[in-house]
Structure formats: C-alpha cells, structure tokens
C-alpha cells in the first residue's frame, strides 16, 4: 500500500531500525533443531502415523473388490441333444451367487458349426449383454441376427458387430462337456477376430492398442 | 486498491482513525460504533458473568458462544441494491437438501439395502404403511427438483456475474455440489431396485468403465467386483446415506461461509456511482491523508445502506472536490447533509449498489 507508507513517514521522520532476532530460549551455539521444532514435528509424525493406520485400513477395505477374484463357478444348462450347430437355445443360469433373480444371466447356446470352422465337439455360448451399454440382446431366428433394445446394436450369427453402435463382438462364456452335459463357466470378451481375451465392461473395445487403453483387471478370469 | 472483503475494510477503518485531526485540522468525530460491534452484544459478557445465570438461560449460553451475534450477522448483513428474487434460488435448493435429508432418514426407516429384499421392502413402504407413498413420492421429486434449482441457480450466478473475484472459490464449491449432487441423484436411483433402476445401474456402472485405463477399475470399484453383485447395492446404500450427504453438507458449510464473507454481487443493471478505486487514487495524489478518504468510504456505505442514493452522489463530489481544494474542504460529516454538487464533470449514476467491487471495472 504506497499511501500508508506515506502516512508513516508523514507523521514521523525517524527511520524504522530492526531489532535483532531473539534467540529461542535455550538455545545453545551449533544446534541445528530448536526444542520446540523437535516436539512439533515428533508428535505430528505419530498423529500422521495413528491416522493412516485408520484410514489405510478402511481404503483398503473399500478397494479390495477391484483386486480379488471370486470363484470360478460352472453350471450345467443342458445335455449334448439339446443343442444344434444351425441356430441357439435361450439358457438362463445364475452368474452371480446371492442376490437371486438379479445374479441370473442369459447364454445363446449351439453347438459348434463346422460352416463357421468350428469344431463340431465344441459348444458356443454367447452372452446376451450388449458390448455397447449392457442391454440384453435376443436372437432373432429370421433374421439370423442379435438385436439389442436399448440402441439398436446388431450383431451377426457369430456375435460379430454389424451394426450400432457396440465396440466389439458379443462376449462369450467359457463351456466344457462333462458326461454329456453342458457346463458353461466364466465370461471372456473376444476382439473382432474373435480371439479370446479377458473380459471387459461393455463399451470397451478389445484387441491391439486397445488392450492397454482398457487393461485387463485382476478381478477378470483369464481367457480359455 | 481498496479491500474486496467488507469486513476487512471496516476493521481497518475502525482502527485507522480516532478522534485526532487531520492534516487540514479539522476533528473528525469518533467513529460511531459499527454495526457488527452494536450486534454482536460484547458488552453483556460482563452481566451474564455470574449468579445470575438461571435467570436467563439464553443469556448465559448467549454470552459464552456469542449465537445471536453470529445469528445476526449471517441473518441482517447487508444486501446490495437491486438484489431481487434471484437471490432466493441459492436458499430454495438449500431447503431442498433440508427435505432430502428429512425424507431420506425417513425412508432408510422401512428400507432394507439387500439385493433380495430392497423390492420388497420399497413395495411395503409405498402401498402399507401410513403416508409412505407420501414421504417417497417427496423424496423421489424433491431429487429432480434439487438439480433443476441448482441449475437455476448456477444461471443467476454465471448471468449476474457473481462467479468473479473475488468468488471463484464459490463457484468451485458450486460446481462440486453440483457433481455431488447427481451422485446422489445416480445412488439413490438404484435403491428401490426395480428393472428400470437396476438397468439404469448398469449402464451408468459401463459408461465409467469405458473411460480410458482407470474406467474399467473405476467400475470394479463402484460394482465392488468385476460384475453387479450383492455388495453393490449397499455399496450404493452406503454412498447415498453416508458418504455423499456429508460431503454436501460439509462443503454448504463453507458455501455459505464464503457468500457471508465476501457478501453479495448487485445484479448487473445496478451500477456503481463511480469507480472506489479511482477516487482513492485522487485523494493519494493530491496528498489528502488516508485517513480521509477512508472516512468518506465508511459514511458511504452507511449511507448506501440507508438508501439515500442522492447523499452518495453528493459525497463522492465532496471527496472530489476536497482533493481538489483541500484548504476548502471540511470534514464529510459537516458537508454530507447541506452541501451540493458543483462539479459539473462527475458522472454520477443514481443507482449506487451498497459495496459492490464488481461493477468497479
């Protein structure tokens, strides 16, 4: 503020003179640390320490999810005779264990289709979540096509995108034949070349640089 | 140069001048008591002291926490000219929370957040029980009509001007109440756990996870696992109930604060009579002291509180003819009342806002 300087020297002429620097009291030549700068950082160390030994904890325990996985889990859907190579079978089998109705998901089931250079022992099962926001898609017979409400993503006989707005193909669940049942297990997501990889959210797109701009997280099963 | 805080140029006002003369010689009078000082009652500590404590409950708590006065700051500050209906929607969307947060300890009542009975529970409380259609049916439009009143705020803010300095900092906390705000709005929506909000859930949980690297991990960590799952619900339930609310009513806090603090902007078609600024630096140049000028803010803005926006006019012609004559001047109290403007080349604008530095630029 220049005008109260200028009011300072106005009223009184003589200049300010600055007192030396008190010692702190018990200071003594060579000390490099004051008393009083030794406690206060000592006991906000320890408050620093009893606090993150709270709030580490409870961050951890709320993060947690993200990094553990659960259970692998198979269910049967189905004998051998139930499924054939030309078109699929609506399954419904429960994905998530706990929460009822809402843990249960749908698969388009059919067996392996050598006209797709599929082996015919095999057994495909699609997911019905939509790889643009989640929606449920369904298999519409004529038109050999998946068709999802929400947005209008379609999808080809194979699961492969074909129009819409969805990012990659369908994603697929892993299955196994145990006699002669059909047991399908974990979700994996495929690239458009439908190689399998971990599976990912829906409107995450899969294969090369994409694969580390959404990286596989550690809550996912690996791919078949 | 002046302070853009009130409160901080008052103090120094108070501080700066006592009863000695100035450099022209002329007494100016003891300041009157402030209007903070007079409200704020420091007087009383010493009679409610004692023994006398039992007579007067509101006294005794009164006199050790200093309430009313707090209360009447916040509640009798001043406002500046022009503040209008506009200025309400701040309050409007503040009473709304109020009600959220009533309905919503209402409602956590009768509602279980399990995946396998949040249905029901929501089903019960709306059909059986006593008013709960009611109580819910608050709650639900109260939520849309919290963030169509925060819009309408934001655009009285943004179109008035009033996010400027010295208020970005409001306007931050603003936007953040905002953000949270429809966090509560994407939390709740999945409590009464229908199709439409169980499916609304996932698709806001699939928007997150496809932001770029951290998406997919910020939708594990929000689903609490890599699929929609028991935990999700009440991880929902916990953020809506607990997390969130707090966060709101921690940062309405300092909101308020901040417009208590800094006061508020003068809409803009109020303008100001002349540049503060530009008189002081006048008054510095022709070697009038501070103490002066300082004077004349002071009775200014007490008079601009009165209302007489004449009397405004007239002292920012004394201040300048003061600096121009300062052997003619006496001091603002004597001229305040008789004197009139003889400055021609002074613009003066009728309507002055009380203290507003926005509209000095």
Redesign the interface.
Known sequence: ????Q??NLSAEDRPRTKLPEAEPRGYFEGESLTRRKVFVVASQALGGIAGAAVVLPAIGF??A??F???KERWEAVGTTKDFVPDTYKQVVFT??L???E??KTTAYVRQGSEKYGEDPTEYIAISSRCAH???PVRFVQAAENFICP?HGGVYDFIGKRIGGPPVRPLDRFQTRVTENHIELGPRYSVTNQLKAVR??????FTGGIWEY???P?P??FPPP | MKSPFPSRTKKADQAGNGAAPDENGAVVEEPKPSRKEKLSGHKDLAVHHGGEAGKDVAGWVDSRTNATGIFTAMMSRHVPKGTNWFYTLGSATMFIFAMQAITGVILSMYYTPSATQAYASITHLTNDVFLGEFVRGLHKWGASLMIILIFLHMARTFFFGAYKYPRELNWVIGVVLLILTMVMGLTGYLLPFDQRSFWATIVANNITASGPVVGPYLADFLRAGPDFSATTLSRFYALHMLVVPGLIGGLIGAHLFLVVKLGTTAPPWVRAARPKGAQRSEAVVAGVAVADSDEVSVSSNGVVANGSVEAVAEEADQAKSKTEAPEAAAGPEVTEAESAPEEPEAPEEPEAPADDEETTS
């Open positions: 503020m220049p005008d109260s200028e009011k709320a993060l999810p993200v553990e996985r659960g994905e998530t706990g929460i009822g809402v843990g926001l989640g929606c929400c599976t990912r959210d829906p409107g995450e701009l959404y990286p997280r809550s996912t």
